[in-house]
């Protein structure tokens, strides 16, 4: 049986409210240590194994963004950065010592345009949000073979909050009206020593 994970973080943060209060900016840098990390990999037989990895490290940094305007309009933003990478392998099979974490991709963006509408006695909201992922590997020995690219994404939204203390929410989504069509993961296949994109839908998800 695999051990129980364990993590050492350091985590520095500023938290600030700008322009009298429309714009509120949240950033942090963060490290983590992290010990018996719990993973699938391969073993000496070609099989799949489940494996705890002695030792990983992950440096990062967010930034949070929430801009208020005249008007109804609004804008918020999360940008995040993150180094994820094998420290010691302790000689198991399929892991690589200096490889990338498997599903961590180094860049990530998410931005949502707003614009409220009061109609009624309720508001209404109309939304676009660019999404972006950057490539990212599902192995954990950094073979060329496992990389994810990266992929961006457009979403849609309209929602009405209505009620006399605004408890009630309908909402409606469109994900991926751009029908972008990308690798959700690389799995292995052991019998022919090979990875498959196993593909995401590719067409707008309502």
Known sequence: PVKPESLDAYEVSLKSTLMDGQLR????IFHYDWHDLQAFSSTTSGGPAFLNVPLSKIDGAE???ALRLEGGWS??????YLDGRITNSGGLPGVGNGAPLAN?????FNGTLGKDFEIGNGLFNLGM????????NSSLNGDPGSRISQASYLDLSAGYTFGDTSQYRLVAL???????????SNLYTFQAGTYECIPNE???LY
């Open 25 to 28: 900016l949240n950033g942090d």
């Open 63 to 65: 930034l949070d963004a």
């Open 75 to 80: 804008f918020d933003a999360n940008a995040g």
């Open 104 to 108: 961590v991709p180094k860049w990530t």
């Open 129 to 136: 949000t660019y999404r972006f992922q950057g490539s990212e």
């Open 174 to 184: 469109a994900q991926n009206v751009t029908s972008t069509k990308t690798c959700m």
């Open 202 to 204: 590719g067409v707008p």
